[in-house]
Each structure stands twice: as structure tokens, then as C-alpha cells.
């Protein structure tokens, strides 16, 4: 069965310096898109970056950065030089066949930057 | 000018009421969602529909039904409100229902059933 796991329900990290948020997934699926959300406290979800399975690189976005592990399973997301403003639910999410690829989320990481 | 927006924001009701919550998108999308997302957290989706096919996940009580006028909008509706229905309601659309295709969210629906 499809499954997403976030291990750290929260996480710190000092101001400027740069974070790794967890993600692993399960699929047996050969297609598949990884995603991960942002949901600060005033609870939109914000689009952050998407990686593609057959994708050869690892997916960038400003300070944000995938680091995908495809033989892992793995999917984490770095932030670099972290900012006050990055403190906020992240959330990693899935759509492969095997749930007609409509987006599965894993529970979530509280990530709380500290000045 | 919103690409997805649901009304209203806020809704308290009574236990045993019915209500609904609007969603429509201004994107030309084919596919919509809803997803429940508990005082945890932890967000659920609870339906994906496009103009060929309804997938209703197996979870959902038969007291939520999703209904749409047209391809831009879909509503949902409640009867028969619980507590335990309490949660953020978030809609949802993407071009197509397909593995690359990013969600848009509407700001979500704090429903509080009392």
C-alpha cells in the first residue's frame, strides 16, 4: 500500500542556518510525484516543489531543495538559511497509480525557526 | 482574483444540521478534491471528482456527499453533522489527475459542529 512517512513531528532550527525535513514513501509504482507543502499558521497550503520519479536530478526552488533517494525511497526537503517566516507545518505528499494518483500526505513536520 | 475559493470560512453549527461548503476555481482544471484535515493535522482526502468519474474515499461516512453543477465547481455537502466532523474542509483542483500535476488549495473551511 501507498504510505508516506514524516518521522519528525517537530523540528528547530537556528536562523540562517540550513534544515533537513524527512520524507519517505512506498509505492510500487514506476511513476510517481513527490511534493512538499507548506501550511503556516494561518493555515493555507503553499506549493513548495515537486520531483518527479524518472527525474535525474534533484528538484530546486530558491532556498528550498529536494533530495531524492529513489533506491531509499526517499524524498527530503532542505532549507537553506532558514528565515523567521519558515516556521510552518511541511507537509510531503505522493500521487502515483495505485491511488489514482490523487495526492497522499504524510503527517507533517512543525518546524520552528528560532532568531 | 482567487484561483480556488471555498465559503464560507467559518462555520459553527448544531449537531444533526446540514450543511454545505462551496468551492469553485477560476483554472480550467479538470480534476477537484476535497480534503479533511484533523485537529492533528493530518489532512485526508475524502473525494476526487472530474467530469468522467467520482472516487469517493471508502472512509467517508455516506453523510458527505459531493455535488457538482459544473466543472468549476464542487460543493460539498453535509447532513447529519457530528461532532467528530469538526475539522478544517479543504478544496482542492489540478489540471488532470495525473502523478505530475501540483494541487491548488482554496484558504480551507474551519467547520465547528456543537
Known amino acids: 500500500a501507498q504510505k508516506i512517512t514524516q518521522t519528525q513531528p517537530g523540528m528547530f532550527v537556528q536562523e540562517k542556518e540550513a534544515v533537513t525535513l524527512d520524507c519517505t514513501y512506498d509505492t510500487s509504482d514506476p511513476s510517481y510525484g513527490l511534493f512538499w507543502y507548506k501550511q503556516p499558521s494561518s493555515g493555507e497550503m503553499i506549493f513548495l516543489i515537486y520531483?518527479?520519479?524518472?527525474?535525474?536530478q534533484n528538484a530546486t526552488e530558491g532556498r528550498y531543495s529536494l533530495n531524492f533517494q529513489k533506491a531509499r525511497k526517499s524524498a527530503n526537503l532542505v532549507i537553506s538559511a532558514s528565515q523567521l517566516g519558515d516556521s510552518a507545518m511541511y507537509f510531503c505528499a505522493m500521487r502515483d497509480l495505485y491511488n489514482n494518483n490523487d495526492m497522499r500526505f504524510g503527517a507533517g513536520t512543525r518546524l520552528t525557526v528560532k532568531p | 482574483d482567487t484561483a480556488v475559493s471555498q465559503t464560507p470560512k467559518y462555520l459553527v453549527t448544531q449537531m444533526g444540521n446540514d450543511k454545505s461548503i462551496k468551492c469553485e476555481q477560476n483554472?480550467?482544471?479538470?480534476?477537484m478534491y476535497w480534503y479533511k484535515q484533523d485537529s492533528k493535522k493530518f489532512l485526508k482526502i475524502m473525494f476526487s471528482y472530474n467530469n468522467k468519474e467520482l472516487i469517493i474515499n471508502e472512509t467517508v461516512p455516506n453523510r458527505f456527499s459531493p455535488k457538482s453543477p459544473d466543472k468549476a465547481h464542487l460543493n460539498l455537502h453535509i447532513n447529519s453533522l457530528e461532532l467528530g466532523d469538526s475539522a478544517v474542509y479543504f478544496c482542492?483542483?489540478?489540471?488532470?489527475?495525473?502523478?505530475?500535476?501540483?494541487?491548488?488549495f482554496g484558504s480551507g473551511t474551519q467547520l465547528s459542529v456543537l
Open positions: 520531483q518527479g520519479s524518472y527525474d535525474q
Open positions: 483554472l480550467g482544471h479538470d480534476t
Open positions: 482542492a483542483s489540478s489540471q488532470e489527475r495525473v502523478s505530475n500535476e501540483k494541487l491548488f
